[in-house]
């Protein structure tokens, strides 16, 4: 089993930026694609981003895509999320996700290990 802890959320004002983490412990394995996530208070959860095992690829949602950057650090067991020109709407708990397989995809189905979350809130 593998645990996902997030770190990095926070209150910033509209037009700043943050730095979500997400550390892997326990059964890790670097072949699995990783994503982030997120769900808004009486929405459903909604693809943000994800990395390929190796990543040799990134995937956005089109939301995002342009202001966010995910990254990995497969030595460390870390990926993380560069958050840049946020806006209210981005306001969300943040979830990190670890894939089923190497290529990772765009829906939760696709991934099988989730973190707690780490709430984001974007000021206007």
């Known amino acids: 089993q593998v645990q996902l802890v997030e770190s990095g959320g926070g209150l910033v004002q509209a037009g700043g930026s943050l730095r979500l983490s997400c550390a892997a412990s326990?059964?890790?394995?670097?072949?699995?694609?990783m994503g982030w996530f997120r769900q808004a208070p009486g929405k459903e959860r909604e693809f943000v981003a994800a990395?390929?095992?190796?990543?040799?690829?990134?995937y956005y949602a089109d939301s995002v895509k342009g202001r966010f950057t995910i990254s990995r650090d497969n030595a460390k067991n870390m990926v993380y999320l560069q958050m840049n020109s946020l806006n209210p709407e981005d306001t969300a708990v943040y979830y990190c996700?670890?894939?089923?397989?190497?290529?990772?995809?765009?829906?939760?189905?696709?991934?099988?290990?989730w973190g707690q979350g780490t709430q984001v809130t974007v000021s206007s």
């Open positions: 996700a670890r894939g089923l397989t190497s290529s990772g995809g765009r829906s939760p189905s696709d991934f099988g290990s």
């Open positions: 326990g059964r890790t394995s670097s072949r699995y694609a």
């Open positions: 990395i390929t095992w190796n990543g040799d690829r990134t």
